[in-house]
């Protein structure tokens, strides 16, 4: 195991476990070139094209607002996003160095998109509620500079750790929107810009008032005991997966095939698909 990167370890393990168990987001501005967005941009457009003329292949996370599960194969700069030297020592300084690449996709909120309620996206896992411990991470990496009429992301900083006990698992009652209102911090992340979160931490897609989408990647992590992989069908090909270096491939929890096969999105959130004024 590759222990002793420099590259990886000029990242602070301190600084990342802070920002994450506490504010429950943290970010690296300019990880990628703009270039190496607009090519992530490309493949995203062509592969959204065809999940939405598949049936089953783009969930509904409100009016206009759409996620999409992907074969990583699909996306030339696959690679070059899970070894990047931020991306490995956040997963090992949250998760572990066993740590489990579970999930690739994208959310792309289009005009019209509507405010979503405030939600985590899947219940608290008892390693969070009783033993509160993180043990999944989602990294985001937008395809265009955010501004406020194209909908930025907006999350309730340290509310991870909140157990909406009693209530449904995932979306807070409403007597509760004002403590997440009063957290809440929006996002404006530009071409570049990489950020990571605990999926737990409450947050919402905010209206998009522009002419213009805002997609976004998505690469979910796992610790070793976390089970997100269940919701996901990550496919890779034989070939793709012999081409992996071995430290990369050890990571990758999937299915190796001799061809892909489309992806029946599975991890759909009945509470979203409605929006809100």
Sequence with gaps: MDTANPQIEQYDTAAIMGGLYGDGIIGLKGAFTRGFVAQLREDIDVLFDEARRQPGGALARGPNRYYVEIHPERLRGFLDIISHPWVV????????????????????????AMNQPWHRDFPAPPATLVGRRLDSLAFNITTVDVTEDIGPFEIATGTQWDTLEGGDPMFPARELWPRYAARAQRKYPQMGDISTRSALTIHRGTANHSDKSRPVFVLGVDAPDGTNADKHDLQ????????????????????????LTPIVQAHAIEGLKMGME
Excluded at 90 to 103: F, M, N, Q, S, T
Excluded at 104 to 112: H, I, N, T
Excluded at 238 to 243: K, L, N, T
């Design 89 to 112: 020592a956040v997963c090992r300084a949250v998760l572990g160095p066993d740590y489990k690449i579970v999930e690739a996709g994208f959310d792309v909120p289009g005009p019209g």
């Design 236 to 259: 890779l090909t034989r070939a793709y997966y012999d081409s992996l270096p071995e430290e990369q491939r050890r990571h990758i929890t999937c299915r190796v095939v001799d061809s």
